[in-house]
């Protein structure tokens, strides 16, 4: 189990990393609002594997908001930059 659970936390650390450089040399907005994306759900991907590995369910509230603050935020880029360009 350790061994899966190594593995698990090291390629959510590389998407991470990735999507911090996204984040970071992103030409556009959107390109780092969809960076910022993938980092809320890498986010949410350690807290699951963490729970599994543990075998606890405290934080299965932590990951509910994770979840709707990524969504909402998402969703709220996305209106001001279609709003954005009708002016």
Do not use: E, K, W
């Not at 984040?23 to 759900?41: C, F, H, K, Q, Y």
């Not at 699951?48 to 990524?70: E, F, N, R």
């Amino acid at each position: 189990m350790n061994v899966v659970y190594l593995i698990a936390i090291g390629l959510l650390v590389a998407a991470a990393a990735m999507a911090l450089y996204r984040m970071s040399i992103g030409p556009t907005n959107l390109d780092r609002v969809g960076a910022n994306d993938v980092l809320v759900s890498v986010v949410i991907g350690g807290v699951a594997v963490t729970i599994v590995y543990t075998d606890g369910q405290g934080a299965l509230p932590i990951l509910l908001v994770l979840s709707l603050v990524g969504f909402v935020g998402s969703l709220a880029v996305a209106r001001f930059m279609a709003t954005r360009g009708r002016r």
